[in-house]
């Protein structure tokens, strides 16, 4: 099982970014798949997850109207598009397998958002 995030980076407040992360060595068709984060000096966060088929999203209050998470089971590929970005977004962010356990992760990829 492989998990490689990417599209992380620098960006102003109230910018955007699209984060992916490919999937690889098992049915990603088959899973639910997460979005974490952690924040410098902080614990992990939950920000989102999408059903296996990619009919059911949910989101953390903090993220709500602001991401949107989405999948191309065609391809193996996990979406985070994350717009109005604010500084509190900040943060290593994770694609993570599973519902209610993750048991793979990704590297992570770094998102800075600051002015």
């Known amino acids: 099982v492989q998990l490689v995030e990417s599209g992380g980076g620098l960006v102003q407040p109230g910018g955007s970014l699209r984060l992916s992360c490919a999937a690889s060595?098992?049915?990603?068709?088959?899973?639910?798949m997460n979005w974490v984060r952690q924040a410098p000096g902080k614990g992990l966060e939950w920000v989102s997850h999408?059903?296996?088929?990619?009919?059911?999203?949910y989101y953390a209050d903090s993220v709500k109207g602001r991401f949107t998470i989405s999948r191309d089971n065609t391809k193996n590929t996990l979406n985070l598009q994350m717009n109005s970005l604010k500084p509190e977004d900040t943060a290593l962010y994770y694609c993570?397998?599973?519902?209610?356990?993750?048991?793979?992760w990704g590297q992570g990829t770094q998102v800075s958002v600051s002015s």
């Open positions: 999408i059903s296996s088929g990619g009919g059911s999203t």
């Open positions: 993570a397998r599973g519902y209610a356990e993750w048991d793979y």
């Open positions: 060595g098992f049915t990603f068709s088959s899973y639910y």
